[in-house]
């Protein structure tokens, strides 16, 4: 009869089938996962709301310090926590853009299409999210889309003037209706010229900034 070994210790052939088969049906059934209940998903969804809080938190606060690579991470892991907050999108995008800003040399593109792209987000979960225009509108300005910055400007002031905005977005209107009267005088005095404004015709950079 054939002989194995483990751990110098000699048994059968058949002991070690027996002992295969067993743990195929354990890995077939002990060993796999048990549904949640809905009190354990309700508690697990909860606790990763109030995670997700405490990074986007962590975020305002290295935001407003200038650490733009922290309050990225931060608000990073707020919207893998928390997708559906706008707020947390919105104020991600606002940190690739200002991050952008202060690089002094060799600006990364790349870091404004991701201010873009989670603006966007915010937008797409709450239209009416004034604050998440005007973040569209700066970045849209680095990119030298005139037209589309001049038309973001406007549904900005149009959302934080009316019943919808907040004491904090009335507070930026006058700066965007700065932005739009230069994008204005730019378009026509590029018309003057003869020279019809192209979409992606790049205008002096602004100094007017949404902290």
Known sequence: MIRLFNCGRPFTAAFALMAVFSLFLSAQTGCSK?????EEKAQEEAANLQAALGH?????????????????TEYVESVKLNPS???????????????????????????IDKSLEHQKKATGLNPDMAAAYYGIAMALERKGDVYGALETWRQFLKLSTGKGGTPSDAQWSD???KHIKAIEEFIKKREKEGK?????????PSNHKKQ
């Open 175 to 177: 700066s965007a209706k």
């Open 56 to 72: 986007f938190n962590k975020g305002n606060d290295l935001l407003a310090a200038k650490d733009y690579d922290g309050a990225i």
């Open 85 to 111: 907050n706008p707020a947390a999108q919105s104020n991600l995008g606002f940190a690739y853009l200002d991050k952008f800003n202060a690089a002094k040399d060799k600006k990364d593109p790349g870091l």
């Open 34 to 38: 048990r549904e949640k209940t809905p």
């Open 196 to 204: 019809k404004a192209h979409p992606q015709q790049k205008q002096p």
